[in-house]
């Protein structure tokens, strides 16, 4: 779960289309993930979440689908816009006894063209 | 409502000097914890408290060290800094202790260590 190197993944789009965003996780102890969204210079902010006892979860505009068989998150942005643009971050934590340690993965870059 | 506030925002100093830094939760959470983002990385975690112990460590040295306070702010301390302490430095606080609470983040106080 440790995210490593400099070179993250990007995903460009076009305003209006809708954007997958995927994680995969490793610890199958984890039973409570996060997405953040992080702009560049701030705080990642909070934008769903999800725990293990769920496989999908819809909020506006977006929606965490899990799967625990292959240990993978996905996040779907419907009408994608420019403010949507920033680093997408996954989170997760093994609840319990973790105290809400936090493991992020590597992150990802949305694009979102006019 | 004030969400998670950092203070300083920015701060430069030198190999081996020591630095400050100071978050302040959003009303009512009394768990904060502190993580560590590199350029070009998810944040890691340092530590976390509450009601005032900590609670939690990552792999960090001795170096560094935190406390929480009564009213549940906290101070994160970095003795003989190295250059590779360059980073944003995050906090975020969620309600209570537990791993499946929200941790919502400050924006950060990025330190540039020369």
């Known amino acids: 779960g440790e995210s490593v190197g400099l070179h993250l993944p990007t995903l460009s789009v076009q305003e209006g289309d809708n954007s997958i965003i995927n994680c995969a996780y490793s610890n199958s102890a984890s039973d409570y993930f996060i997405w953040y969204k992080q702009e560049s210079g701030k705080g990642p902010q909070f934008i769903i979440d999800i725990r293990s006892n769920m496989d999908k979860r819809q909020g506006q505009r977006v929606t965490v689908l899990l799967n625990k068989t292959v240990k993978h998150l996905s996040l779907q942005i419907a009408a994608t816009q420019p403010g949507d643009s920033a680093v997408y971050f996954c989170?997760?934590?093994?609840?319990?006894?973790?105290?809400?340690?936090?493991?992020f993965g590597q992150g990802t870059i949305l694009t979102v063209h006019p | 409502d004030a969400g998670v506030t950092q203070s300083p925002t920015h701060l430069i100093k030198t190999r081996g000097q020591h630095v400050t830094l100071r978050c302040s939760p959003i009303?009512?959470?009394?768990?904060v914890s502190w993580y560590q983002q590199v350029l070009g990385q998810g944040p890691q975690f340092i530590f976390q408290y509450y009601e005032k112990e900590e609670r939690g460590r990552g792999n960090f040295p001795d170096r560094f060290s935190a406390r929480q306070f009564p009213n549940y702010s906290s101070e994160l301390n970095v003795n003989a800094l190295l250059l590779g302490d360059s980073a944003l430095y995050l906090c975020a606080s969620s309600w209570v202790l537990d791993g499946s609470q929200t941790q919502y983040f400050g924006p950060g106080t990025r330190l540039l260590v020369l």
């Open positions: 009303s009512g959470h009394k768990s």
């Open positions: 989170a997760e934590s093994a609840g319990g006894t973790s105290y809400g340690k936090l493991t």
